[in-house]
């Protein structure tokens, strides 16, 4: 029998699968957008703006090719509230919880594309890890629902201030950005409501912490000396940029932002979506400043995207061991693996390739329309699955359009995560040889 070569039996890596199911969902998605029944006036979006949203939906991003709030039936939106619920809490969690539920044992392998997903979890416990998630992400977008109905409810009434309530918590928490006010308002309207901006930007933050942090810091008695060197990081790098996005808004946007929106711009900028303001009004410094943010993005295993806030920290870290001329990377009495640091290296230098290589794409393609500035605040909105716009996308050409899905998907998948899933690999075997070490010239 002739042997069978060794690329044509290779079984498909976590990461292709985790790439794969997403493409699938997404296309799910778009085949249910597209549908008349999903439209308020009863005929298709069509295929192209389906595709798009659906794509923003499942990569938790909130750029729009259409109004969702006066273009969806209550059935569109709820597919819209499904792909954003299983794309920001990622579709092997909910998977795991229906194989516990049948009684199906998990292969090593699902439990490898699990813990791919979960952005390496022990594999020892991912079946409870996948349920107190689950259950976590619930709780907290009921309590949020519950806070949000205070205000929805009298305003539009019990049945539709009820599903305002649910929706908007839920895009809140898997930071999504999509709203149902109409005209592509998100929440100008409720710029000075403390309760609404308060709830959702609570949401947006514990969303964009990550489900081990969380849980981190419910199992610790002891304070910060008892959380792990991942969740201080995460904790410390996330207040830092609140504090400095704050205080950066509230100086250069004086007289168009006070501090409460100052913060909730803060918050939302780095991975939701949702605006108190009119964007479009933002000085070119802000909209640098907004695009930085949105590129360092939220925490790993999390519902955000972009680069992520430990990859930065480490790369920050590596930066000053070297000025330093220490010999590894140490962080609060402890060293970074090289591995690590390796790893997020790679990261920054893949996001930062192809945003700077989508951003070059949209200003040709644009032809000066927009401003350089918009053009990169767009980009970065989207790799960083952010879904803020101070342009407005759907004024976009449909070919910057098309452009942006790829990124939206990379942003959310991860670059690290998708080049592997590309790459061509002769399996886990390392070599033998090493080959000599020669030094070459730097900076």
Known sequence: MPHKPEGLRREPRPEEWLVFGFLGIILLGTL????????????????????????????????????TGTTFSLFGQAVLLVLIQVGGLGFMVFATRVMMM?????SIKNRLLIRESMNGASLSNLGTLARRYLLLALGIEAVGAALLAIRFVPMFGLRRGAWFAVFHAVSAFCNAGFDLFGGFSSLTGFAADPLVLLT????????????????????SRQGLKNLSLHTRIVLTFTLALLLAGTAFYTLVERGRLDVFNAFFQSVTMRTAGFNSVDLSAFTDSSKLFSSLLMMVGASPASTGGGMKTTTVAVVALLIFSVVKGDDGVNAARRRISADTVRRALAV???????????????????????SLADILFECSSAMGTVGVSAIGTPNLCPVSRA????????GRVGPLTLAVAMARRQGNVKPVAKFPEEKIMIG
């Open 32 to 67: 249910l957008l597209a549908l008349p029944v999903s439209t308020r006036y009863g005929h298709s979006i069509g295929l192209f703006d389906s595709l798009f949203t659906a794509t923003s939906a499942v990569c938790v991003t909130g750029l729009v090719a259409v109004d």
């Open 200 to 219: 959702v930007a609570a949401l947006i933050v514990l969303g964009g912490l990550g489900f081990s942090v969380i849980l981190d810091v419910l199992r």
């Open 403 to 410: 452009l942006l899905m790829p990124m939206m998907f990379l």
């Open 102 to 106: 049948l009684g199906r044992r998990i």
């Open 348 to 370: 920054v230098a893949l996001f930062l390739t192809m945003l700077t290589l989508g951003t070059l794409s949209l200003s040709i393609l644009e032809n000066g329309r927009f």
